[in-house]
């Protein structure tokens, strides 16, 4: 029967000794909110609270609207008033409800928000199974159209 010898050549977690390669603690780094979700739980088209970390990464800026594109859905951007309480909640308010209607936001949907900076948000919705909602663009028809009018831009699978 054969042996087999193995050699350790280091101990411990450092790359050495006396110096730590460690990033920084968390406490520490700057706090950079670009991505986050909420998730429904009440009337879809009602006005929806942003995470109060957003708001707070914001830094005071608080833009009296942001714009909504939907990912996979063309350059579309939907215009949504933004309302601040005071006490440092940021609400996606008018507008809000066109976006949910048209994009199938439903109890138990998840909505992923990307920052993309100049009051953008890239929206993601995911579906009560955790699956991602999949858009089609009918940007043709956008110059027919009355704000008033809200076409889906979901299709079925």
């Known amino acids: 029967m054969a042996s087999t010898s193995r050699t350790r ?27 986050f979700f909420i998730v429904v739980y009440e009337d879809p088209l009602v006005k929806k609270a942003l995470p109060k970390k957003f708001a ?6 608080e833009p009296a609207k942001v714009y909504l594109r939907a990912a996979d859905c063309g350059p579309r951007l939907w215009t949504v008033e933004v309302l601040f309480d005071g006490q440092g909640r940021m609400y996606l ?3 809000w409800e066109k976006f949910a209607i048209a994009h199938g ?50 299709h079925a699978l």
């Open 105 to 154: 936001v439903d109890f138990g949907c998840y909505v992923h928000f990307k920052y993309e900076g100049d009051d953008v948000l890239t929206v993601k919705v995911f579906d009560g199974t955790i699956c991602m909602r999949y858009y089609y663009s009918d940007d043709e028809d956008t110059d027919d159209e009355s704000d008033d009018d809200v076409k889906p831009c979901i």
């Open 9 to 35: 050549t280091g101990r411990g977690r450092g790359r050495g000794s006396g110096s730590s390669s460690l990033p920084p603690p968390p406490s520490t780094l700057p706090l950079i909110i670009e991505e």
């Open 56 to 61: 707070d990464y914001l830094d005071g800026q």
């Open 93 to 95: 308010d008018k507008g």
